[in-house]
């Protein structure tokens, strides 16, 4: 069950409007901040835009101010004991972005203010369903947001692969570079590229032999080390899956075509 404290809908404020409660509240806070406002996170006080939602959990420390010179948000205080609100996702104190959706929140928070000016028998139980309603919305912008965090961080990792294929890439490694497992990094790569990661590893491993084969006097265990391989025969057997040939006759069929390309030219 939801029990509303309090609840407004378009609080306006000046600029001087400051809301600090170092100890926090005995009751959960949910804020919809239509303007730009600062919030403390990590005890960083940070600008955020228009159209951000913040949870404050119970005893959790309270902090935003205005930051123009217009403050205007929706905010809801209540107790539960409900499962959608105990077991969400939302981080507690870190305000989140929910552009081109601030009109549905603010829809709600309008209900839930009317519903608690009315104060009938069924009151509660409509603005404790319409709370779920939020929830649910703000679980889903919370996985939206992960996903697009973690695709982030794979195209960084992809081209981070892409520009030293030499470091010793290993999927435990690339894991912990992103503090994931390593299950979690090799569905979700493949997901995103569709290609594995060690896929990704090989080929950029590849494409800079190719370079040094072409246009270097490396010998081929050189070559090997450069590109990352811990020996030339493991190099020697990734390139002759990849391209069909042994380093060395890639090596030499390209020395022979541009041989011969330079003779043509020279006629």
């Not at 509303?4 to 509240?25: K, S, T």
């Not at 009151?123 to 309603?133: N, Q």
């Not at 996985?143 to 992809?158: F, G, I, K």
Request: aromatic share 12%; with cysteine; net charge neutral.
């Amino acid at each position: 069950m939801v029990e509303v404290q309090y609840v407004e809908y378009d609080a306006i404020h000046r600029e001087n409007f400051v809301y600090d409660i170092p100890n926090g509240l005995d009751a959960w806070l949910l804020v919809f901040a239509q303007t730009p406002a600062i919030f403390m996170v990590d005890e960083k006080y940070v600008r955020y835009p228009a159209n951000t939602i913040t949870l404050f959990k119970p005893k959790q420390r309270i902090y935003y101010c205005a930051c123009e010179d217009r403050y205007s948000n929706d905010w809801i205080r209540f107790t539960t004991d409900e499962i959608f609100v105990r077991t969400t996702r939302f981080p507690g104190a870190v305000p989140m972005t929910i552009n081109n959706q601030e009109k549905e929140y603010h829809r709600l928070f309008q209900l839930m203010s009317y519903e608690a000016e009315r104060n009938t028998n069924t009151s509660a139980l409509v603005i404790g369903k319409l709370l779920e309603i939020m929830f649910l919305k703000i679980n889903e912008l919370v996985e939206d947001q992960s996903r697009t965090r973690v695709t982030s961080t794979l195209q960084e990792l992809r081209s981070d692969i892409y520009q030293h294929p030499d470091e010793k890439w290993t999927l435990q490694f690339m894991a912990s570079k992103l503090n994931i497992s390593s299950g979690h990094l090799a569905s979700s790569y493949k997901r995103a590229f569709g290609v594995s990661c060690m896929a990704d590893v090989i080929n950029s491993r590849i494409n800079l032999a190719k370079k040094y084969l072409l246009n270097s006097n490396h010998t081929i265990a050189e070559i090997a080390e450069l590109c990352g391989y811990q020996s030339p025969e493991h190099f020697d057997r990734q390139f002759r899956a990849v391209t069909n040939y042994t380093p060395s006759r890639f090596r030499a069929d390209l020395a022979f075509l541009n041989n011969i390309s330079i003779l043509t030219q020279n006629k």
